[in-house]
């Protein structure tokens, strides 16, 4: 398989091939960060359609920095039409109820990652983004209120709040699981 | 667990995690791309269009305007040829060669040279009246067939005369329009320029331990492109050596951001677009054949109509920045290629003065600058 700046050299020479290339290799991973965000996998699949539009609209704009560069500035992109996504389609609304009982957490590595994808796409809206940015995007909290428009505080309970929901999701998947 | 080390794990553990489409996805991509395609070569051919259209209005508009502003004299002309012919082809009356010698009195007595003439002229209607007054109306249309008679050489002195109403016309007709109009593109000529710099904001390196390693290497860029310019302009000459112009002016300043980080990068394009009007003043300081070479000094003031922000392909909300004023001078070479048209090209200088807006561009890098501009002029000064 081409490296990366080979695939761009050939896109940016109007390859159709090389274009093609360039989405057979990178559309799972697409799938998988738009499945985060967005629960239906119809509406992952637009948003993904939609961003590989961009991206070989404007490849030309990418400025090459090593291996791993475009597959980064891919992720970005459709971090973002994601985002964009769920604030047109959905409101984003923040939980104030914790889960009744405080389990213990659960193995992350044990859940496997599609029904942990999953679990995240089923997080309510406000906390789902929140969860995204912090540990997928690398966004402080101070970030992430600015992007949304709400206080650092927010971010910062809003993200206990995921993980607590997360921790419950997870505890019953393994109960299910092992019984 | 702490937040950081339990965000740091779950981020580890759907890293590699990829998950198929359930469709094929590339067909709808691909039709995309040829439909925007399609749309940028029309995008392309309707921007020639308008280009092609914006000169041939300028052409004809000037055109019209040159042609408009020479017709008041024609009718004055006319009348006076009409005049003429009458008077030699007809039987004339007593009461047009009155009219006509008042008229033609009038008119030579603006005159100074002709003043002998006027003051004989004067006497002949004096007689010419009294023997209307006088004589009986048969009398009165005998001479013209007899006898010469001082009506009938009274032709005589409006033949010699004829130059004289040109004159006049030519005297009395409105100033000439001192004005010209012009199209120009202007660009910048200093090297494109490009800031670096690293980030070592403390509130950000006290980010989870995950994005700390993150920030190693973390750098950000900022490259700004050279504005280019479009103008239109209308100028008006105060007198042989000093005319003032303004305008219209449309400026595009592009700038790219670039954030990098080790196997990331994220890129902002930023794309501010200005509209401003000049108030230029220019002193002509040579004039030889067809060429001139002058001296413009002025102020500008553009207003930003449009700003666009762009992250990684995603459009995002940006405010549009201040006013921005600018002064500038330019020293400026013109050749006449024909009397209505000119082609000139002005190597100058500007400077941007800080409007205080948080917007980052071109004019806040590189507040003074070198530009080239280049133009045609249309001259509806004819006379000039």
């Known amino acids: 398989m081409e490296n990366e700046q080979k695939l761009l050299s050939a896109i940016n020479q109007g390859d159709r091939t090389a274009m093609k290339q360039l989405y057979e290799r990178y559309k799972g991973y697409a799938m998988s960060i738009g499945l985060r965000y967005i629960p239906e996998v119809d509406n992952v699949e637009d948003v993904v359609q939609d961003s590989f539009i961009t991206i070989l609209t404007s490849i030309g704009k990418f400025d090459y920095r090593g291996e791993g560069s475009l597959k980064g500035w891919i992720g970005r992109i459709v971090a973002n039409k994601a985002i964009d996504f769920v604030k047109k389609n959905e409101r984003i609304t923040f939980v104030d109820t914790i889960p009744d009982k405080q389990e213990d957490e659960p193995e992350i590595e044990r859940i496997p990652p599609d029904e942990l994808t999953a679990m995240i796409a089923r997080l309510p809206s406000g906390c789902r983004m929140i969860l995204n940015l912090y540990v997928f995007e690398h966004y402080s909290h101070k970030e992430i209120a600015n992007q949304l428009g709400i206080k650092e505080n927010t971010s910062s309970s809003q993200l206990s709040r995921a993980r607590q929901l997360l921790t419950k999701m997870m505890t019953d998947y393994i109960k299910r699981h092992e019984t | ?384």
């Open chain 2, 1 to 384: 667990m702490k937040q950081e080390e339990w965000a740091k794990r779950l981020n580890e553990h759907l890293k590699d995690y990829h998950q198929e489409p359930s469709k094929d996805l590339w067909q709808g991509i691909e039709a995309s791309l040829d439909k925007q395609a399609k749309g940028q070569t029309r995008l392309i051919v309707m921007r020639r269009w308008l280009m092609a259209a914006a000169i041939m209005g300028i052409v004809f508009g000037g055109s019209y305007l040159l042609w408009h502003h020479d017709t008041p004299t024609q009718p004055q002309l006319a009348e006076v040829k009409q005049s003429h012919k009458t008077e030699h082809t007809e039987n004339v009356s007593k009461e047009l060669i009155a009219q006509t010698e008042e008229s033609y009195t009038q008119t030579a007595k603006s005159t100074i040279q002709n003043t002998r003439e006027i003051a004989a002229e004067e006497e002949v209607i004096n007689k010419s009246q009294k023997e209307e007054s006088t004589q009986p109306d048969e009398k009165a249309t005998q001479p013209k067939v007899d006898a010469p008679s001082p009506q009938v050489h009274r032709p005589l002195p409006l033949e010699h005369k004829t130059p004289h109403p040109h004159t006049g016309s030519q005297q009395h007709s409105p100033q000439p329009l001192r004005l010209s109009i012009g199209l120009f593109a202007r660009g910048n000529t200093n090297d494109m320029n490009s800031k670096n710099g690293v980030i070592m904001n403390p509130e950000i390196m006290h980010r989870h331990a995950a994005t700390r390693a993150y920030l190693v290497n973390y750098e950000e860029r900022e490259s700004h492109d050279q504005p280019i310019s479009f103008g239109l302009t209308v100028g008006y000459s105060l007198n042989k050596w000093l005319s003032v112009g303004t305008g219209l002016v449309y400026t595009k300043l592009h700038s790219e951001f670039t954030t990098l980080m080790p196997h990331q990068q994220i890129k902002r394009n930023q794309a501010l677009h200005y509209l401003g009007v000049p108030l230029n003043m220019q002193a002509h300081l040579l004039q030889w054949h067809g060429l001139g070479l002058y001296l413009t000094a002025g102020g500008e003031a553009d207003w930003n109509i449009k700003a666009e922000s762009n992250t990684d392909g995603i459009n995002q909300v940006m405010n549009k920045d201040r006013m921005q004023w600018s002064v500038g001078g330019s020293l400026g070479l013109e050749y006449r290629v024909i009397p209505q048209l000119s082609l000139y090209a002005e190597p100058g200088i500007r400077h941007y003065f800080d409007n205080g807006s948080a917007i980052d561009n071109y004019f806040k890098d590189k507040p003074t600058s070198f530009n080239l501009q280049l133009g045609l002029r249309l001259n509806l000064n004819t006379t000039k």
